[in-house]
């Protein structure tokens, strides 16, 4: 996958504002591993004491309705399954990456994670609906989608300043362009991509504001750039009775086609499990 020199130079200090996850990265390769054992998962993920405290923690959690408690990585792995740790892991290390304030975006400390933690429970509800297999890279794919505003945070304050741009409203993805040459999109995807991370993941992410071309159309993008919308236009709370009344014509404005039979019929049922996975998830955390 390839992506403008430009975005390099937003990567050349990485390792100073986003560390890498190494740990949930080596998670996540041994899990999807076919010839890895459930002994080899479980030692790689105790390695890291705050982990493994994390992911007991969630997994003992309302959300999974356990009436026994787990007590070990290895339970965790055996009863919840190899994509369920996997999506434990991812969300265990982004909750510290994403939990820092944005200004150049308006974004108060955790409305980053905030929002992109609900995209990610809006998208892999969407994909249990349309019926696309791989929820666990929808899921990763829409909690990482704004990754790259972190890096582009300073250097867009930055720019805003030296142009004396003075705006009541928060940066957006047209004045990332203009100012920077590239966006957020593009820059995360060039840091999953450093990363190592499939491309089912890396694609939804860096296209997830484009509306035309092969990775645009493609369902795991459309997914995950309709969740966004959604998350954006809706919030987390519920759906009131003007919002459902609504909900086809702001389905519509997204101009995002998920070509489904009754999509946009169920979309309010839809949104309702959302609201409900999305309160029982947040209680995890």
Not at 45 to 72: C, V
Not at 128 to 156: M, Q, R, W
Request: proline share 4%; no cysteine.
């Amino acid at each position: 996958m390839e992506f403008m020199p430009v975005e390099n130079k937003y990567l050349a200090n990485v390792e100073t504002l986003i560390p890498m996850p190494d740990l949930a990265l080596d998670v996540l390769a041994i899990a999807q591993d076919e010839d890895s054992s459930v002994s080899d998962l479980a030692q790689k993920i105790e390695q890291d004491p705050n982990l493994t405290a994390n992911i007991l923690r969630m997994a003992n959690s309302s959300y999974f309705g356990f009436m026994r408690q787990i007590s070990s990585i290895q339970d965790v792995i055996i009863r919840l399954g190899r994509d369920t740790v996997k999506v434990l892991a991812i969300t265990s290390a982004s909750a510290g990456l994403l939990n820092s304030p944005q200004g150049a975006y308006g974004l108060e400390p955790h409305a980053l994670w905030n929002h992109s933690y609900a995209s990610a429970i809006l998208a892999e509800t969407i994909a249990g609906y349309v019926g696309y297999e791989s929820k666990f890279s929808v899921f990763t794919a829409a909690l990482l989608h704004d990754i790259g505003k972190i890096l582009l945070n300073t250097p867009l304050q930055q720019a805003i300043a030296d142009k004396n741009i003075i705006s009541s409203q928060t940066a957006d993805i047209e004045l990332e362009r203009t100012l920077l040459n590239t966006d957020h999109a593009r820059v995360g995807m060039a840091l999953l991509i450093k990363w190592e991370l499939p491309d089912e993941i890396i694609t939804p992410v860096g296209f997830h504001h484009i509306k035309e071309g092969a990775n645009a159309v493609l369902m795991n993008t459309k997914i995950v750039s309709l969740a966004n919308f959604l998350v954006k236009n809706i919030g987390t709370e519920s759906i009131d009775e003007t919002t459902s009344n609504h909900i086809e014509e702001l389905f519509a404005q997204s101009q995002i086609d998920i070509d489904v039979p009754n999509f946009q019929k169920n979309l309010v049922v839809i949104l309702e499990e959302f609201f409900n996975s999305f309160r029982e998830a947040s209680a995890m955390l």
